[in-house]
């Protein structure tokens, strides 16, 4: 399970770091807000561990704007906060949960098992779309009601990338790399191909993005 950690107290990140990391967790730490929201934008994560006073963004505004941007990941905030305000606005943005400092690392990692337990995470390699739509991405499988949809393979090959990054961006030159092998084709051939996509599925999933390319959101 991969953490997005966001912590500007650096001998307390580094040592959550170290316990998470030999708890068996992946962990992508920093401690500015800024650049918090950067890795988010540009990876996946299973869980959000923000403090709420960082530098440049702090935790709660980074949890708002990543929500605008459609990207919603359990949360937990830590923080020394004890202000009811702050508190009731983490639970308004949807954190799941809260805890307060000093905190015992191992009280740390008991509540994110609880949080998975509560958030009932899917595995790692079930991409679930919508509440029809889900796709495998080992047997690379897309599923409309658990029921495995039959594609050609360019339709396979797209689904499967846009699966791959979620909520994120898929450029032109992506689409030509991954789909088309780097070979010479133009775009208005790439946007007619995902026309096709779009008329096989029978949700809505992919977002056109004028003049830069296509995403494809998770509906919730």
């Not at 390699?125 to 897309?142: A, F, G, P, W």
Request: glycine residues 2%; contains cysteine.
């Amino acid at each position: 399970m991969k953490i997005l950690l966001l912590e500007d107290e650096l001998m307390l990140q580094t040592a959550m770091v170290e316990y998470l990391t030999d708890s068996g967790y992946e962990v992508d730490a920093h401690e500015d807000g800024k650049e918090a929201l950067e890795s988010s934008l540009q990876n996946s994560y299973d869980l959000f561990i923000f403090d709420i006073n960082t530098p440049s963004i702090d935790g709660l505004t980074l949890l708002d704007k990543l929500q605008t941007e459609k990207i919603f990941v359990p949360t937990i905030f830590i923080s020394a906060i004890t202000e009811i305000e702050q508190i009731s606005k983490a639970y308004e943005l949807g954190c799941y949960d809260y805890l307060k400092k000093p905190f015992h690392l191992k009280e740390l990692t008991l509540h994110i098992e609880r949080l998975l337990k509560m958030a009932n995470i899917a595995p790692k390699c079930i991409v679930n779309i919508s509440k029809m739509y889900s796709y495998d991405l080992e047997c690379k499988r897309l599923l409309f009601d658990n029921e495995e949809q039959t594609l050609t393979l360019k339709q396979a090959q797209i689904i499967d990338l846009f699966a791959s990054n979620i909520n994120k961006i898929v450029d032109f030159d992506m689409l030509r790399h991954y789909v088309w092998e780097d070979a010479n084709v133009d775009n208005a051939t790439i946007r007619a191909e995902i026309h096709r996509v779009k008329k096989v599925l029978k949700e809505e999933l992919v977002e056109s993005l004028k003049g830069i390319g296509y995403r494809m959101t998770q509906k919730h």
